[in-house]
């Protein structure tokens, strides 16, 4: 389940809509709300999870649950927490899971819609992750074993509940 969070660490943790170039939680906002998503190893089926976002005072609140499906016996959770960074220009995230995984990872500011994550400190190896937001209720992700690898390992979708 540690890829499972990774990904959705930045995907199903983050798609900007269109012109959010220049940064900022404004930027965020596309995710307020809940999502439910399939998403697992590119070699598997995927699962299903829900996925609740809020924001407050400029930060943005991401909350990843998977039900026990298939191989698991226990249900997964992840938490985690993004922000602008303005001195650096660039987003920050910092997840835990209830396995006792963790990352920091930083994105620069996108236009268009595509974003990419890389790890900058994480309990395991260090990833990339990229987020395309396909519509206003829908996203889709793919992670990477490592920042620089051009093949994905995880993908996943995501859609606004209604």
């Known amino acids: 389940m540690k890829r499972f969070s990774l990904v959705l660490l930045f995907a199903a943790a983050l798609t900007a809509p269109a012109g959010a ?89 996108w236009s268009g819609n595509t974003e990419e994550w890389v790890d900058h400190a994480n309990s395991g190896k260090l990833t990339r992750n990229t987020t395309v937001r396909d519509s206003q209720n829908a996203f889709h992700f793919m992670g990477y074993p490592s920042a620089t690898s051009t093949t994905a390992n995880f993908k996943g979708t995501c859609k606004r509940a209604m």
Request: one cysteine or more.
């Open 21 to 109: 170039a220049g940064g900022g939680m404004d930027a965020m906002k596309y995710y307020v709300g809940s999502w439910t998503c399939m998403a697992g190893p590119t070699n598997d089926k995927p699962m299903s999870a829900t996925v609740e976002y809020t924001l407050n005072d400029s930060v943005l609140r991401q909350w990843v649950l998977v039900p026990a499906q298939g191989k698991m016996k226990t249900p997964y959770g992840l938490s985690i927490a993004y922000s602008w960074d303005a001195k650096a220009g660039r987003y920050v995230s910092a997840q835990t899971d209830n396995e006792g995984s963790w990352s920091v990872a930083y994105a620069k500011p």
